[in-house]
């Protein structure tokens, strides 16, 4: 099916259905079937034709899903920007997207004048126009274009087809088992695709979409139980907060069903203290760069936390990969018969290739005569499933050792007073040095010195160790390693960011 298609099964099925809350507005299947409807015809006739690509500037808005659907329901390529990121950054990649037209909420109004260039802009409130026939969308036609960071300063588009997402949603239909009734979180903003998911797997089983203003975000346990959220999916980051603020205590979230990570690595602490706040909960992690359409792994952890397999680095496991993907991991020396190296994955949910082909150089490799995309990170097969070791780049060469990150980071985190930490090589040349930065108790850095030193070679041990009450966050939620080095006095950044 197509990606609006998923969507439309849902009007036909239980039209009168919540489909949306969002803004203290409940929308059902069948108004934002017509929003979406009178907005794509408007669009085809502010273009004039078929739109290449629509751009969303909206964010958490009743705009913003009905900008989506109406961009699909047009026959558009779908670009998700956001109003708050900076105005020549969203123009660009409007250009390199090739944006006919711009949906627009109250924020994006505000700047869509710098962004739009030659794009129509459209408002939600203006009136309906009868849309053309719906287009036919294959297989191989592109559902939405989402930018990642490139490691050259430039945006790296990534065009996910129809195929790649029918294929994903598939997996979580008959995995999740969705249905009218359940409530499902949008934590995620919609440059970020495990939007993807809420939405989607949200309105393929009928269920409402409940949308959190940023603010409720802060307060995840008074979200989940005020809404009454069933299916919770966000960064790891969150547990962090939701500790921090003393909010997780056992039984907090009675009503919660399912509660998914992604995004970053989730600790067994981080899990723990979730999987008890929330014990009717199924939890699980999951694990998917953009260019393998959301997540491509999952591990649901054992309901006995007694079960849970102790991993080399304190993480929970990120699974094995979905049944219909195909994986291996590729050594230092291009083998694939060991049990350590980088996850590279071929499949369904595989994207066909970067908007720029420029950028597919080095992102493919191919095996036994079958082309597999490279993720960049390193995974260890770990009591029979896969554990994520962090980035290939975020291993440092320090006085000719290697070493990394991740295994001080867990030392520090195994600490009773340590909720998070991060460890950064900072520095250039010679004067590359270790610094951890770490939440929970203030004082202890000694105490977490002398634990490193108690359970680390002596080049592993930080040479400095600073407190901060909370680690930064990008926009997506996840820890952010560069606003975390200049943080602790390197405005230039750090080796083993991401």
């Known amino acids: 099916m197509s990606l609006y298609q998923w969507f439309q099964h849902s009007v036909t099925r239980v039209p009168e259905a919540v489909a949306l809350e969002v803004d203290g507005e409940s929308v059902t299947y069948r108004r934002l079937r017509d929003l979406a409807d009178g907005l794509a015809g408007r669009i085809h006739a502010e273009v004039g034709r078929r739109p290449r690509a629509v751009g969303l500037l909206a964010a958490r808005s009743l705009p ?17 920007l956001n109003p708050a990121f900076p ?6 990649l409007c250009r390199d997207a090739g944006v006919d037209a711009l949906v627009l ?3 994006g109004a505000t700047v869509a004048a710098e962004v739009a ?11 309906p126009v009868e849309p053309p026939p719906v287009p036919r969308a294959g297989p191989d036609d592109v559902a939405y274009l989402l930018f990642t960071s490139g490691s050259t300063g430039r945006p790296k588009g990534v065009p996910i087809r129809h195929g790649n997402v029918d294929a994903y949603l598939a997996h979580c239909r008959d995995r999740y088992r969705v249905a009218p009734g359940d409530r499902l979180s949008q934590t995620f903003d919609l440059t970020f695709d495990p939007s993807v998911f809420d939405m989607f797997v949200a309105w393929g089983g009928g269920a409402t979409l409940v949308v959190p203003q940023p603010d409720e975000v802060l307060t995840p346990v008074r979200f989940v139980n005020e809404r009454r959220i069933t299916h919770w999916f966000s960064v790891p980051s969150v547990v962090s907060l939701a500790r921090r603020m003393r909010m997780l205590s056992p039984g907090a979230m009675p009503g919660l ?16 203290a979730w999987a008890a706040a929330a014990p009717g909960s199924v939890v699980e992690n999951l694990y998917g760069p953009t260019e393998l359409t959301v997540t491509c792994t999952a591990h649901r952890v ?11 680095n304190g993480t929970v496991p990120i699974g094995d990969v979905h049944a219909d993907l195909d994986a291996i991991l590729r050594a230092e020396d291009g083998s694939t018969d060991g049990d350590d190296g980088e996850l590279c994955v071929r499949g369904p949910q595989c994207f066909a290739g970067y908007l720029d082909p420029a950028d597919d150089e080095s992102r493919f490799v191919t095996h036994a005569g079958r082309r597999y995309y490279r993720t960049g990170d390193r995974v260890r097969r770990e009591h029979g499933t896969l554990v994520h070791h962090g980035r290939l780049d975020d291993q440092v060469k320090l006085r000719g050792y290697r070493i990394e990150l991740g295994e001080i980071e867990m030392v520090l985190r195994g600490h009773p007073g340590v909720q998070d930490a991060v460890v950064l090589a900072l520095g250039t040349g010679d004067d590359v040095a270790l610094q951890a930065v770490y939440t929970g108790v203030a004082g202890i850095a000694a105490e977490l010195t002398g634990r490193c030193a108690d359970r680390l070679p002596g080049y592993m041990v930080p040479a400095r160790i600073h407190h901060v009450a909370a680690l930064p966050t990008n926009g997506n939620g996840k820890t952010d390693r560069r606003r975390t080095a200049a943080l602790v006095g390197d405005p230039g950044g750090t080796r083993g960011a991401r």
């Open 87 to 92: 105005p020549a950054r969203n123009a660009r």
């Open 105 to 107: 909420d109250a924020a």
């Open 302 to 312: 054992p309901a006995d936390p007694a079960r849970w397999p102790a991993t080399s």
């Open 257 to 272: 069903r399912h509660s998914l990570f992604a995004g970053e690595q989730l600790t067994s602490d981080q899990a723990r």
């Open 64 to 80: 913003a899903y009905a900008g989506y659907l109406a961009a699909l329901r047009a026959g558009a390529v779908v670009v998700p």
């Open 117 to 127: 260039g030659d794009a129509a802009t459209l408002r939600l409130d203006g009136p």
